[in-house]
């Protein structure tokens, strides 16, 4: 997804470009794509000069967007998991969940301080 922010800007980007600078495979990259696609983050464009490109400005893109496009909800315990209340029998006692708790909010937040264009001013900078 920084791929993209960093080198959508004149057009869609070829799968293949994102596995070799990424070195990662064109499948594997594929496989990453489809979640994106399903949350709305990114689209494929079909036929000669296609690939990927951004659905939205990088600005506009956080990193818990990302990433919860591809690994689900962010939740440190089973219990923080939207859905799964009451899912612990020892939830009435547990010396631990308002730890939990805090430390799943306090990730989200810090992946919802950055976006997209972060990332990529990031890259820029170290390339």
């Known amino acids: ?13 070829a799968r293949r470009d994102i596995a070799e600078r990424q070195d990662i495979s064109a499948d594997y990259v594929a496989q990453l794509f489809r979640p994106l696609q399903e949350a709305g983050l990114v689209e494929g464009v079909k036929g ?16 818990r967007d990302v990433v919860e496009a591809v690994e689900g909800p962010v939740a440190l315990a089973p219990c923080e998991e939207p859905g799964h209340q009451g899912c612990c029998p020892h939830a009435d006692h547990c010396t631990t969940q308002v730890l939990w708790k805090q430390l799943s909010a306090t ?4 992946l919802d301080s950055y976006t997209l264009q972060d990332l990529g001013k990031e890259a820029e900078e170290l390339a």
């Open 48 to 63: 000669p000069g296609g690939g990927y490109r951004l659905t939205r400005h990088p600005s506009d893109i956080r990193v």
């Open 107 to 110: 990730v989200r937040g810090m």
């Open 1 to 13: 997804m920084v791929d993209l922010a960093t080198h959508g800007g004149n057009g869609p980007v």
